[in-house]
């Protein structure tokens, strides 16, 4: 029924402008919490019932304009043989990190139905929305996903990572191509499943030249979107710290590029090409400050996307879990309000 997300996505013309925020499902939301007391992250990735239930409460309490199924980009990683756990307060861990190239050869090379659970959730979830917005698949992108599985966690200078690349080069690409095979054929369950658009996280290659991701990572990004074309569903291309390499991440792929707030958005969408939908690009920070600076930021990025078609308004990177639910529902209220037509 509300498809101006999609509309958008596909660059058609909208009555207002289309507001979802990653990671909308989690713990700044009390609702949110009161699972999680009861259940690990695993148990609600891993029980449909339950991630179906997690990805509607955002819906339930905000006029979102579109739903994101609620799992998370490390699953693939778990079901190729590593070992994750959400460590309490610490972030995920990988207690068998990838380090040389017998650890790349052991990686199953899984067809997806290892993730059933996600595509279960999927359904559960379209039922329960009755098409009162759009659901969004997702997926990690290769470089993000070999971070963690080589870092075995998060990582401030990817010297692990950086230094399978540089070191063994072909190491590197096999661990690339097997996760790029990985993320298509789950990628293409998802939508299969029920999935409206796909998202494709690449959430740290920011902290890559463009040389090397034009070398290391963009042909890998490409047979994932060329491989997902045909089923014709809006493609997300998201990353953060990406200024320098918007216009290759463009040429990977993705029917909408997704922006970070390091750059101003009209500057981003003239790198990216007007020919392609933009999505962001509010410091998720922001979400803090008084509603009047709230309400500044959201009127200067909808004033820099003004006039063109294929802007969704999201969050530079994911809500925070200390965020005041308020302000981010005020903040929904605010896009719709400020961009209607
Ligand atoms: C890098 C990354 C991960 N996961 C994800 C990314 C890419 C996006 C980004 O860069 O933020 C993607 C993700 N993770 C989660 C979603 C759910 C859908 C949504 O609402 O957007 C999505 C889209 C749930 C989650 N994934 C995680 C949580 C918190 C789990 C909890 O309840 O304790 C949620 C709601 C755990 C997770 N998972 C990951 C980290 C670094 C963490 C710990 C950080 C934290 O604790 O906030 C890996």
Redesign the pocket.
């Known amino acids: 029924m509300n498809d101006r997300f999609l509309k958008a996505c596909r660059r058609e013309p909208v009555d207002c402008t289309p507001v979802w925020?990653?990671?909308?499902?989690?713990?700044y939301m009390t609702e949110?919490r009161s699972l999680?007391a009861k259940h690990s992250?695993l148990e609600?990735c891993k029980t449909p019932e339950l991630a179906a239930q997690v990805?509607l409460q955002?819906i339930e309490r905000f006029p979102l304009d579109a739903a994101?199924?609620?799992?998370?980009?490390?699953l693939p990683l778990e079901a190729m043989g590593l070992h994750l756990e959400?460590a309490?307060g610490e972030?995920?861990v990988i207690h068998n990190p990838v380090r040389e190239r017998a650890d790349v050869e052991r990686l199953r090379l899984i067809e997806g139905g290892e993730l059933e659970y996600v595509c279960d959730a999927i359904r559960q979830a379209r039922q329960a929305l009755h098409g009162r917005v759009p659901l969004i698949g997702?997926a990690?992108a290769p470089f993000?996903l070999a971070s963690?599985a080589i870092e075995g966690g998060?990582s401030r200078n990817y010297v692990l990572t950086k230094s399978i690349m540089y070191r063994e080069p072909d190491v590197w690409h096999k661990l690339m191509d097997k996760l790029a095979r990985v993320v298509t054929g789950y990628l293409r369950r998802q939508i299969k499943a029920g999935a409206q658009a796909v998202?494709l996280?690449d959430?740290?290659v920011g902290c890559l030249s463009a040389g090397d991701y034009t070398e290391y990572v963009l042909p890998h990004v490409q047979l994932i979107f060329e491989g997902l074309k045909r089923e014709g569903v809006p493609m997300i291309h998201?990353g953060?710290g990406t200024t320098a390499i918007l216009k290759h991440m463009r040429a990977a792929g993705g029917d909408v590029i997704g922006v970070d707030w390091r750059v101003p958005l009209d500057e981003a969408w003239s790198l990216i090409g007007h020919d392609r939908a933009v999505q962001g690009n509010l410091d998720p920070v922001a979400l803090y400050g008084p509603l009047g600076e709230i309400e500044r930021r959201v009127e200067d990025i909808l004033r820099r996307a003004a006039g063109r078609l294929g802007h969704i308004f999201n969050l530079g990177?994911?809500i925070l879990?200390t965020t005041p639910v308020e302000h981010v529902e005020a903040a929904i209220s605010m896009v719709h309000k400020l961009s209607m037509k």
């Not at 925020?21 to 713990?27: I, K, L, P, V």
Request: hydrophobic share 40%; net charge positive; no cysteine.
């Open positions: 925020f990653m990671r909308q499902a989690g713990r949110y999680r992250m609600l990805t955002p994101i199924i609620f799992a998370d980009i490390l959400f309490e972030g995920p997702f990690g993000t963690y998060g998202q996280f959430s740290w998201f953060t990177h994911g879990p």
